[in-house]
């Protein structure tokens, strides 16, 4: 991998990392609707990443999520639950930010909290190993 992309890599981590500190304190506030859309964007720019070390780049939130499943949920690269949590926070998120009459709760923003926390571990982790990302 080029040092420029590696770059790239880093600084997506970078923003994932910042979103999930935004989405603890905006739980921690009461915030939950944009506790869960932080979370899910903590989950979006470690996937851009991903996407980025194999080369892709999704234009769309759809095209995200359905590269990952592809290129590696379906590959065995990770596990379907991580794809899972994807979704699932990409769909939350859309409810919080779109729907007026939300159902997006402290139990809700808490599991999106937690999910995305996994996911960006489990990129960062997959990142290293392939030598994309520096171990700390």
Request: proline share 3%; hydrophobic share 40%; net charge negative.
């Amino acid at each position: 991998m080029d040092p420029s992309t590696r770059t790239l890599v880093a600084g997506y981590l970078q923003k994932a990392d910042n979103k999930l500190r935004v989405s603890v304190r905006l739980l921690a506030g009461g915030d939950y609707e944009d506790a869960v859309s932080r979370a899910y964007y903590a989950a979006y720019h470690a996937t851009q990443a991903l996407l980025l070390s194999e080369g892709e780049k999704a234009d769309t939130h759809k095209g995200l999520v359905t590269l990952f499943g592809l290129l590696f949920v379906k590959t065995g690269k990770f596990p379907k639950e991580l794809g899972k949590y994807l979704t699932t926070l990409k769909d939350d998120r859309e409810n919080g930010d779109y729907e007026v009459l939300s159902y997006l709760d402290r139990d809700a923003a808490e599991a999106a909290v937690s999910e995305a926390t996994q996911f960006v571990d489990a990129a960062r982790r997959y990142l290293q190993q392939i030598g994309a990302f520096p171990s700390p």
